[in-house]
């Protein structure tokens, strides 16, 4: 059985709803900060209950939604203080342009503004998903009043854009709930990584023969993307060069779409010196046709003859022998004899570290297990063997490359 954790086991959130047609969002936002494991308390401002009734959000919370600041059920009478001094963040979804306003200044004429002028703002961050018509968003007022928040240290999640309600098309959708999450659990996330700048490659590259075939390969990218998300959460800034993958773009994180190993060696090396860390997680192909067909080749009623092939250029051997290279980390999938191809991967290509998983088993699955080999020996994650999915293990596997640069620069 792999090992895997859910994002927010432990957490306590308040999860705060102004009033915005996004409500209706809000409740399945809330199913997934309950699946993640959070224990949520719901407020909800008057407004909000013209679009959603607490009935909703306590049936999905399992637990009371407290709307009043004068709510006589609290046993101190302090709603406000009681549901900030435990929790670990309060997310307001959606935030209308009138809550953000009375948040600019202060205000504490209802229970949601009031705690969140009550929080220990030290320990307990606010996070605004804004929801409104995009005027409203693009007025100096709302923009001015965002500018406030966020130097008052409040987190702006969005908004999106696209499609509003009232027919509109612009900035001030809120956030999908999948995003909302993502985002909550990166600001809640340890950041080891903080100011630093990740490069990671991903997936299969392509190699074509004519216009309609090519040469590739069964990675997913799934482990590369996982990398990139748990950089990012992180703290780091994270860029992700990616082989043809169907897998969507971890938030924050800057994406390069490429096809063919000289693509994804010419996106790679001009920004390679620029950051501090290269991980190297695509399956790039090791040979590419010699010579491209203009025109799909026919079945002309013969054999075809013999492929010619060109080898490909070694990316991140390339990006370790810069003169300043990033701390690169290779990647290894073997069959057999794990550590010692690692270690034989470690040396000929001049890596201070690299991640030997047993391959092809890996390919398109959700869980792994890794082995890391560098100088100081060997070490499997998850910690004492066994699997764990592939989210889990990036996380792990960037909390060590972390460990390992902070060594390096004491
Ligand atoms: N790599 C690369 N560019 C290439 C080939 C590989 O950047 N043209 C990177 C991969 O992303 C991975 C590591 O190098 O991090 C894999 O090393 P490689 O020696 O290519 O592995 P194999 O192809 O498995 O080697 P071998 O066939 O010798 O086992």
Known sequence: ??????????????????????CYKSAELLRLLVKAGASVRVVMTESAQRFITPVTM???????????????????????????READAVLIAPASADLMARLAQGRADDLLSLLCLARPIDRCPLLLAPDMNCEMWAHP??????????????????????????????????????????????????????????????????????????????????????????????????????GPVHLPTPRGVRRIDVQSAEQMY?????????????????????????????????????????????ENPDILAAVAALPQPPYCVGFAAETQNLAAHARE?????????????????TFGRDDNALLLVDAAGEQSLPAGGGRADKLTLARQLVAEIARRLATAAA
């Open 345 to 361: 991967k470690l040396r000929r290509k001049k890596l201070p570290l690299v991640v030997g998983n047993l391959g092809p088993a």
């Open 141 to 242: 007022a709302t923009q001015r009043n965002a500018a406030q928040l966020r130097a008052d240290g409040c987190l702006l999640l969005g908004p999106d854009h696209g499609e509003q309600a009232c027919g509109e098309f612009g900035d001030g959708r809120m956030l999908e709930p999948e995003a909302l999450l993502e985002d909550l659990v990166a600001a809640l996330s340890p950041k080891p990584l903080a100011g630093e700048r990740v490069l990671i490659t991903a997936g299969p590259t392509f190699e074509a023969i004519d216009p309609v075939r090519g040469l590739t390969n069964r990675s997913s990218g799934k482990m590369g993307f996982a990398l990139a998300r748990a950089a990012r959460e992180a703290g780091a800034e994270v860029t992700l060069v990616a």
């Open 266 to 310: 010419a996106a790679v090396l001009p920004l390679a010196a620029a950051h501090r860390v290269f991980v190297a997680t695509a399956a790039v192909a090791d040979w590419r046709p010699a010579a491209l067909a203009d025109h799909k080749i026919k079945k002309s009623g013969e054999q075809p003859s013999a492929l010619a092939l060109t």
């Open 58 to 84: 306590q049936a999905l919370s399992g637990q009371p939604v407290t709307c009043d600041t004068w709510d006589a059920a609290e046993p101190n009478g302090m709603a406000h203080i009681n549901l900030t």
């Open 1 to 22: 059985m792999a090992e895997s954790r859910p994002d927010l086991a432990g957490k306590r959130l308040v999860l705060g709803l102004s009033g915005g047609i996004a």
